[in-house]
């Protein structure tokens, strides 16, 4: 079991920014990959970003290229993103999620944990 826990979301003007944490607990943490997720009210839950055990690969999604940026610390057993030049239609439910994989993956099926999300919302 890997339990995951986000923190860093809240209210934020257009054009700011924001770190979001997500710390994580149990297995080992540096054996997973780690994505984002998000899930606007109404919508299906979109992968964001997502990093590979070690770090050293990362993919976003078109949305997030070149405003979001994603790292990790092993030793923290901790993954962010921080988010820049934040836009109203970035509003949502921010979710980390971990899964065992080679690489990185975008679908959300390849995520066996998740954390229980933090709200992000952006003001016009």
């Known amino acids: 079991q890997v339990q995951l826990g986000e923190s860093g979301g809240g209210l934020v003007q257009a054009g700011g920014s924001l770190r979001l944490s997500c710390a994580a607990s149990?297995?080992?943490?540096?054996?997973?990959?780690m994505g984002w997720f998000r899930q606007a009210p109404g919508k299906e839950r979109e992968f964001v970003a997502v990093i590979s055990w070690d770090g050293g690969s990362t993919d976003y999604a078109d949305s997030a290229k070149g405003r979001f940026t994603i790292s990790r610390d092993n030793a923290k057993n901790t993954v962010y993103l921080q988010m820049n030049n934040l836009r109203p239609e970035d509003t949502a439910v921010y979710y980390c999620?971990?899964?065992?994989?080679?690489?990185?993956?975008?679908?959300?099926?390849?995520?066996?944990?998740w954390g229980q999300g933090t709200q992000v919302t952006v003001s016009s």
């Open positions: 149990g297995r080992t943490f540096s054996n997973y990959a």
């Open positions: 999620a971990a899964g065992w994989m080679l690489g990185t993956a975008t679908a959300r099926s390849a995520y066996r944990y």
